[in-house]
Nanobody, 119 residues
Framework: QVHLVESGGGLVQPGGSLRLSCVAS????????MGWYRQAPGNKREIVAV???????YYGNFVKGRFTVSRDNAKSTVHLQMDNLKPEDTAVYFC?????????????WGQGAQVTVSS
């Protein structure tokens, strides 16, 4: 069994910054990709940023250079540095990882971290 635990959410003023972190634990053989999605009330879940093992990175169109995703493979961790936050960035941010335990590939999700951008 694999677990993803997020941390770092909270309330920030427009223009401010937050750093989200997510650590994977459990029976992990390898992690092929790791990243972040978000979901605002009434909206579909959308991709924020994903980083593959090979180093390829994909950002959602709305990021526009404001966010940076990074991974620490040795620690099974992914971070999301969010700068110049806007009220429309308010959402629950979910960590996601494709994890192999040696027998199967699991699409794993964290419980979510609330990010609220408001003055």
């Amino acid at each position: 069994q694999v677990h993803l635990v997020e941390s770092g959410g909270g309330l920030v003023q427009p223009g401010g910054s937050l750093r989200l972190s997510c650590v994977a634990s459990g029976n992990i053989n390898s992690i092929t990709s790791m990243g972040w999605y978000r979901q605002a009330p009434g909206n579909k879940r959308e991709i924020v940023a994903v980083k593959s093992n090979g180093g390829s990175t994909y950002y959602g169109n709305f990021v526009k250079g404001r966010f940076t995703v990074s991974r620490d493979n040795a620690k099974s961790t992914v971070h999301l540095q969010m700068d110049n936050l806007k009220p429309e960035d308010t959402a629950v941010y979910f960590c996601n990882a494709d994890i192999q335990d040696g027998t199967a590939l699991y699409d794993s999700w964290g419980q979510g971290a609330q990010v609220t951008v408001s003055s």
